[in-house]
């Protein structure tokens, strides 16, 4: 039998069943309703929630936030699928149990915190391994979103050791593998399924190729705006495939979503994206937009020695 916890704005479908030792659990069977962030109760009628159910929170557009109880340990296929508005994801830090397609179209998701935090068995006494600890609290919930929104590498979420040395290494391999696919693998494939008619204008190879690069590019946005654990070899790696790209995609992309973000070109400029040999071209394409960005990079055009005019520039 389902009962639902009326959450103001919605509501959470939930039963309770037997586990193996006789104790009673619940289970999240659905969710219905408009909320902007949901918790999900702890327990239910004394029943402590262990199971997020198939498809629960499938296509809950409205959702950006949304808090796992400590309990959890199993999480349904297609639980979270189709939630586009999904920003942030806090899982309890055990293992858990997870279905296929969790989190697939959910192309927003920037970060999955696990609420204990990553054990990374720094001395806290220590000054020197208690910023890097801090470090890592801040880039992890990231790259853990990083590693099942764009890698599909569910692996990495699961993985216990998440934040080692280790780990980041399994991560970047990861990211390195996604880099060197085909970006035309799986259009032939669309094509015979007859999905072109779902997806418009990827049934044109070359738009399908670029929409493959951006995927690749915000990735690698992620990862080095997150670099925690990052070797020099593979940031060498990543910065070169960003270089190679910087006027077909990552220079568009970055005005179309980070057009006033001051850490992306601060990040293109620190990896050679963006230099003296570049940047009044750069600053040209901007035309009228993007003032407060536009302005920053003049400015970093006359640190750089070229003489230009502040006000010509802003014409451009």
Known sequence: ??????????????????????????????????????????????????????????????LTKISLPKAVSSIGDYAFASCS?????????????????????????????????????????????????????????YLLALSVTRLDAMYLLEDDTAGSPEWFERLDGALTLFLGKDDSEGFSKMLLCGEEDYVGDESNLDTYCLIKKKEKVRALFARLLHDAGLSEANKKVFAGYMRENMTAVVWP????????????FDLLIDIGCIGPENVASLIESMGDRYTTMKGYLIRYKGETGEESSFFDDMEL
């Open 85 to 141: 508005s999904l920003k942030e994801l806090k899982i309890p830090g055990g293992r858990i149990e997870y279905g296929i397609g969790v989190f697939k179209d959910c192309g927003k998701l920037e970060r999955i915190v696990r609420k204990n935090g990553p054990d990374t068995g720094a001395d806290l006494g220590d000054a020197a391994a208690h910023m890097e600890a801090d470090l890592l609290q801040k880039d992890l919930p």
């Open 253 to 264: 992309l970055l005005l179309d979503e980070h057009g006033e973000d001051r850490e992306y």
């Open 1 to 62: 039998m389902v009962r639902e916890i009326d959450l103001g704005n919605g509501g959470l479908g939930v039963s309770t069943f037997p586990g193996e030792n006789g104790n009673i659990y619940a289970k999240i069977e659905y969710y219905r309703g408009k909320d902007v962030s949901v918790s999900i109760p702890e327990s239910f009628e004394e029943a402590p929630v262990t199971v997020i159910g198939k498809k629960a929170f499938l296509g809950a557009k409205t």
